[in-house]
């Protein structure tokens, strides 16, 4: 499962760490795949999770709740981040 989420700026390889972390934990395996930080002033990291059978929205759930996350989604976030 593709994993996508957005934080604001700067990079912060930490929290990007305890994301996979935890994840990784709760779902199964994951390792980051790709982190950009826009000149816009937020930085998108994909994620690719070993097991599929979780439901989406939980996985999305379990990132947004870190008060940095702006937003997080299966497959993509969209053309807005």
């Known amino acids: 499962m593709r994993v996508v989420y957005a ?19 709760r779902f199964g395996g994951s390792r980051q795949t790709d982190a950009i ?3 816009g002033g937020i930085v998108t990291v994909t994620l690719e999770l070993d097991a599929v059978e979780h ?4 996985v999305a ?4 709740v870190r008060p940095r996350v702006i937003d ?6 969209g053309e807005g981040v």
């Not at 934080?7 to 305890?18: C, G, I």
């Not at 759930?61 to 947004?64: N, S, V």
């Open 7 to 25: 934080y604001t700026a700067p990079r912060d390889e930490a929290l990007e760490r305890e994301i996979a972390s935890d994840l990784g934990s």
């Open 55 to 58: 439901p989406a929205d939980s």
């Open 37 to 39: 930080e826009a000149s």
């Open 61 to 64: 759930e379990r990132i947004r």
């Open 72 to 77: 997080a989604a299966t497959d993509s976030l």
